[in-house]
């Protein structure tokens, strides 16, 4: 019959195929929860080695470490996720909301318009896009990296595949950090992102770019500036989109 399962060989007919072993199904394994290469892999790697890391997605095999620009997407997605799941959080923005409303409401009883309101959900769409934000911002710090490291030979393609490395290994750190320091004060959780992102960033840029710790915090600071200029020109744009609408 059709439906019928195949009789297994004999068993003398078995030795002419390999012999199942503890190392394949650990490499079964490492593949399918990407261990040995893909997300943890680059994760670990750019923790040890970012410079090999990063010159292994450039110049030797781009399938063995994770596609930077996905690392860094998914990075950011589950710091934004641990992040907007703490109530205490969420308490925080709006109590700052709150303590600035009546500055809007004066300003709503001057243009006519529902400032206070729009304002809000301006905000939470930036919370909420924090993955948009951060890639509308690596190109502009990209430029900034190729402009100022530009003996170093990497082009603006290569500069924005390794910032998106750095900035993807700096939000993973800062998900799983807040994951583990989730019941304590928001300020603090803060506080400890900012610390977190310098620290990081100074070290990646040192040994990405190979340059002296002055230059890499220059580079740091100079990086964070424009993912704040973004976040906040991402605000007013959308604000005004939704006056408009």
């Given at each position: 019959m059709e439906n019928t399962i195949p009789k297994s060989r004999p068993v003398a007919d078995k030795s002419a195929y390999p012999r199942l072993t503890l190392k394949?199904?650990?490499?079964?394994?490492?593949?399918?929860?990407?261990l040995e290469k893909g997300l943890l892999f680059t994760f670990w790697n750019m923790l040890k080695s970012p410079a090999n890391t990063s010159n292994i997605y450039l110049y030797e095999d781009r399938k063995k470490v994770q596609n930077p620009f996905r690392y860094l997407i998914i990075a950011v997605a589950f710091a934004t996720f641990i992040t907007l799941s703490n109530p205490a959080f969420q308490n925080f923005i709006s109590e700052t909301q709150d303590a600035n409303k009546g500055k809007y409401e004066k300003l709503e009883q001057g243009v006519g318009v529902p400032v206070w309101e729009t304002f809000r959900e301006?905000?939470?769409i930036y919370i909420s896009y924090q993955n948009l934000v951060v890639l509308l911002a690596i190109p502009f710090i990209s430029l900034f990296t190729y402009l100022v490291f530009k003996r170093k030979g990497f082009n603006f393609a290569e500069n924005m595949a390794l910032n998106c490395f750095i900035f993807g290994t700096i939000y993973w750190i800062s998900g799983i950090t807040n994951l583990f320091l989730y019941?304590?004060?928001v300020k603090i959780l803060m506080a400890s992102g900012w610390i977190i992102m310098t620290i990081l960033g100074c070290y990646f840029y040192f040994r990405i770019f190979s340059i002296n710790i002055f230059k890499a915090i220059l580079t740091t600071i100079g990086s964070n500036v424009l993912l704040m200029i973004t976040g906040v020109t991402f605000q007013i744009i959308v604000f005004f989109i939704l006056l408009m609408l």
């Amino acid at each position: 019959m059709e439906n019928t399962i195949p009789k297994s060989r004999p068993v003398a007919d078995k030795s002419a195929y390999p012999r199942l072993t503890l190392k394949e199904i650990k490499d079964e394994i490492c593949s399918h929860l990407y261990l040995e290469k893909g997300l943890l892999f680059t994760f670990w790697n750019m923790l040890k080695s970012p410079a090999n890391t990063s010159n292994i997605y450039l110049y030797e095999d781009r399938k063995k470490v994770q596609n930077p620009f996905r690392y860094l997407i998914i990075a950011v997605a589950f710091a934004t996720f641990i992040t907007l799941s703490n109530p205490a959080f969420q308490n925080f923005i709006s109590e700052t909301q709150d303590a600035n409303k009546g500055k809007y409401e004066k300003l709503e009883q001057g243009v006519g318009v529902p400032v206070w309101e729009t304002f809000r959900e301006a905000q939470d769409i930036y919370i909420s896009y924090q993955n948009l934000v951060v890639l509308l911002a690596i190109p502009f710090i990209s430029l900034f990296t190729y402009l100022v490291f530009k003996r170093k030979g990497f082009n603006f393609a290569e500069n924005m595949a390794l910032n998106c490395f750095i900035f993807g290994t700096i939000y993973w750190i800062s998900g799983i950090t807040n994951l583990f320091l989730y019941s304590l004060d928001v300020k603090i959780l803060m506080a400890s992102g900012w610390i977190i992102m310098t620290i990081l960033g100074c070290y990646f840029y040192f040994r990405i770019f190979s340059i002296n710790i002055f230059k890499a915090i220059l580079t740091t600071i100079g990086s964070n500036v424009l993912l704040m200029i973004t976040g906040v020109t991402f605000q007013i744009i959308v604000f005004f989109i939704l006056l408009m609408l």
